[in-house]
Antibody
Framework: EVQLVQSGAEVKKPGESLKISCKYSGDSFTGYWIGWVRQMPGKGLESMGIIYPGDSDTRYSPSLQGQVTISVDNSITTAYLQWGSLRASDTAVYYC???????????WGQGTLVTVSS | QSALTQPPSASGSPGQSVTISCTGASSDIGGYDYVSWYQQHPGKAPKLMIYEVNKRPSGVPDRFSGSKSGNTASLTVSGLQAEDEADYYCSSYAGSNSFGVFGTGTKVTVL
């Protein structure tokens, strides 16, 4: 069975960089898309982007293009979401999930809380 | 990509049915049969309940069903149970160069 285990909660200051991770276990890491979904405090779900580990094909939400980078390391079956310069508005819970290129996600990580505050 | 529109809340008594709508456009729901529904309990990760409009993943009770008509998709929960109280989100594919767009979410209360 597929399991996704995300890195722990982070507290950062505006302007700092951050990279959170999503460790995949199960079969065929390179055969599924991995997506990142944001949930700001008290708000709904928002798709950020998806990546296909098989060929690193990556797609971003137009509203977030350039603000984050999604990557994978196939050797350790881990996906990443990173920021070069955090803002207070990046405060949210971030989920990774596996699925297809149509945005249908069947397995989810437990979520990583990122708090950005001065 | 604008979020799909869902009613903020819905409710029903145990044993009754509740239907949640999800309204989009011809560029998303109306154009593709890639509508999915997620259940999220407070403080928990979302769980896939329906995919490809009306298919249930293994382990999801058949009390949950999905449908689509035109630009609107619907999730029906029959025989409501206390554990069905949660937030529900729809999602739809919105064409190439995109992946999925979520709905605004509906809080279901079991009275």
């Amino acid at each position: 069975e597929v399991q996704l285990v995300q890195s722990g909660a982070e507290v950062k200051k505006p302007g700092e960089s951050l990279k959170i991770s999503c460790k995949y276990s199960g079969d065929s890491f390179t055969g599924y898309w991995i997506g990142w979904v944001r949930q700001m405090p008290g708000k709904g779900l928002e798709s950020m982007g998806i990546i296909y580990p098989g060929d690193s094909d990556t797609r971003y939400s137009p509203s977030l293009q350039g603000q984050v980078t999604i990557s994978v390391d196939n050797s350790i079956t881990t996906a990443y979401l990173q920021w070069g310069s955090l803002r207070a508005s990046d405060t949210a819970v971030y989920y990774c999930a596996t699925g297809d290129s149509y945005g249908q996600f069947d397995y989810w990580g437990q979520g990583t809380l990122v708090t950005v505050s001065s | 990509q604008s979020a799909l529109t869902q009613p903020p809340s819905a409710s029903g008594s145990p044993g009754q049915s509740v239907t949640i709508s999800c309204t989009g456009a011809s560029s998303d729901i109306g154009g593709y049969d890639y509508v999915s529904w997620y259940q999220q309990h407070p403080g928990k990760a979302p769980k896939l309940m329906i995919y490809e409009v009306n298919k249930r993943p293994s382990g999801v009770p058949d009390r949950f069903s999905g449908s689509k008509s035109g630009n609107t998709a619907s999730l029906t929960v029959s025989g409501l149970q206390a554990e069905d109280e949660a937030d529900y989100y729809c999602s739809s594919y919105a064409g190439s160069n995109s992946f999925g767009v979520f709905g605004t979410g509906t809080k279901v209360t079991v009275l």
